[in-house]
């Protein structure tokens, strides 16, 4: 199994950045997508989640109308929308999936891809 999140970046407040998180060697379809996030000096938070055919998703409050999740799993990948951006949305993002239906809490996630950094900044 392998996950790889890419897409960040350096953007100023009020940008836009998408995040793609690539899978290989499991069928997608059998697994649900959170995005997480981690912030210096920061507890890891559940941005956002979407399900595995990709009609339910889920949103922490604090990114609620300027994120938004998909996925394509004819691609293997799932995506992570980001408008609005603000300086505390600087972090580093990861990407995790777990069989069946979606969770916000890293402790049910089966594997994690490796971060990738976003920061917000003018």
């Known amino acids: 199994v392998q996950l790889q999140a890419s897409g960040g970046g350096l953007v100023q407040p009020g940008g836009s950045l998408r995040l793609s998180c690539a899978g290989r060697g499991f069928p997608v379809e059998g697994y649900s997508t959170t995005w997480f996030r981690q912030a210096p000096g920061k507890e890891r938070e559940g941005v956002s989640c979407v399900s595995r055919r990709g009609g339910t998703t889920y949103y922490a409050d604090s990114v609620k109308g300027r994120f938004t999740v998909s996925r394509d799993n004819a691609k293997s990948t799932a995506y992570l929308q980001m408008n609005s951006l603000k300086p505390e949305d600087t972090a580093i993002y990861y990407c995790?999936?777990?069989?069946?239906?979606?969770?916000?809490?890293?402790?049910?996630?089966?594997?994690w891809g490796k971060g990738t950094q976003v920061t917000v900044s003018s």
């Open positions: 995790a999936i777990k069989n069946f239906g979606c969770s916000m809490n890293g402790n049910d996630m089966k594997y």
